[in-house]
């Protein structure tokens, strides 16, 4: 791959360009094209969550009362079936009844998807949300 700069036009609507603009200043980018580049990467790391057998990386995130019985003993058998997706995980008591729990996981998006969909799924589980990213393998 090239690290070769590319310029390139785009043609659209003004009213949609001052939008971007502003979505610009809010999040902080020096310009259009380092936004611009950021979402292509953005789709680009969608788009490998879509091949079932693409190696990506992510994390699960939890929220659950931790005295709901059997709860927390069903998170964990469904950690350790799946074990190898784990890389690592973070437990916060937030008050004395919730918990936090964040999962960071790393194999085929299917499987990792599925985990996460039988996690967040689980009887008890308040909130539960799947974050995707990418190994940074084949990201320019």
């Keep these: 791959m090239s690290n070769k700069l590319v310029r390139f036009g785009i043609s ?4 949609l360009l001052e939008k971007f603009d502003e979505l610009i200043v809010k999040k902080g980018y020096s310009n259009r094209s380092e936004a611009i580049r950021d979402l292509i990467r953005n789709r680009l790391v969608e788009n ?3 091949d079932e057998d693409k190696q990506v990386a992510g994390t699960i995130t939890l929220i659950y009362d931790h005295h709901v019985k059997g709860l927390s003993d069903e998170l964990n058998e469904l950690q350790h079936n799946y074990h190898d997706l784990f890389l690592s995980t973070t437990h916060v008591h937030l008050d004395h009844h919730n918990c936090l729990e964040v ?3 790393k194999g085929k998006a299917g499987e990792t998807r599925e985990v996460a969909e039988r996690l967040i799924g689980t009887k008890g589980v308040k909130h539960g949300k799947l974050t995707i990213t990418s190994t940074g393998k084949g990201l320019v």
Excluded at 12 to 15: I, L, Q, S, V
């Design 48 to 50: 490998e969550w879509e």
């Design 12 to 15: 659209m609507n003004k009213d």
């Design 103 to 105: 999962l960071v996981v």
